[in-house]
């Protein structure tokens, strides 16, 4: 009985050598390390199937969102409306496509960043200054339901709005698609709940 105990206890010995050994060739190879945490990691995943669907649909979402910047020129192509100043063109939860292609015309909806707002506006172009280089152009930009122009609205030292604030044109509206970001913007905690729900959703639904 005891002999058996001691060749268990020795081939056990062995395996926890051999285990160290791993782990020491691992540490030492940055590479090696680097493919054994991965492996543990998928290894501990409860369906890989799902995973891997669900990385999948992140990483086209990611190439699909990079093409699009390219495409409109814009680093930010889709906004949501957040306010009522440009009703009843478009509304609260209307979702915008812009593009950055050509200089804004009079009557063109553009979406500007002003210095003092940290939340962009979506207005109307209302008159347009050339300066006298030919080139230079400026805004003025007026909400729809507005009975006043923006330069209320804009910072001190601000009467136009230059073609650096200009994050893009309006080139599609699609109505309400975006009005779970208001639900978002209007309760802080809905972004607690909303974002790990759809987490579970994706991981569930194998996507």
């Known amino acids: 009985m005891t002999s058996v105990t001691q060749r268990v206890d020795a081939v056990a010995m062995r395996m926890l050598r051999s285990q160290h050994l791993e782990k020491l060739n691992s540490a030492s190879n940055p590479v090696n390390y680097v493919k ?3 492996k543990n990691f998928i290894d501990t995943l409860p369906d890989k199937r799902n995973t891997f669907f669900m990385l999948l649909t992140l990483c086209t979402f990611f190439v ?3 093409t699009a910047i390219a495409m409109t020129g814009c680093e930010s192509p889709l906004v949501v409306v957040l306010s009522g ?5 478009m509304f609260r939860g209307d979702l915008l496509v812009l593009h950055n292609i050509g200089e ?11 210095p003092n707002r940290s939340i962009p506006i979506v207005h109307r172009v209302h008159r347009i200054r050339l300066l006298e280089d030919g080139e230079t152009r400026l805004y003025l930009t007026k909400g729809d339901n507005n009975e ?10 601000y009467r136009w709005v230059e073609k650096k604030d200009i994050i893009g044109k309006v080139s599609v509206l699609v109505p309400r698609v975006g009005y ?3 639900i978002a913007e209007d309760h802080a905690w809905a ?3 909303l974002v790990p729900l759809a987490l579970i959703w994706c991981w569930y639904s194998g996507m």
Do not use: H, N
């Open 64 to 66: 699909g969102w990079r």
């Open 36 to 38: 054994s945490v991965v």
């Open 148 to 157: 006043m122009d923006d330069r209320t609205l804009y910072p001190k030292g």
């Open 180 to 182: 779970i970001t208001l």
């Open 104 to 114: 804004p015309r009079m009557g063109d909806v553009v979406v500007f960043s002003l």
């Open 191 to 193: 972004k607690l709940v």
């Open 85 to 89: 100043s440009m009703e009843p063109f």
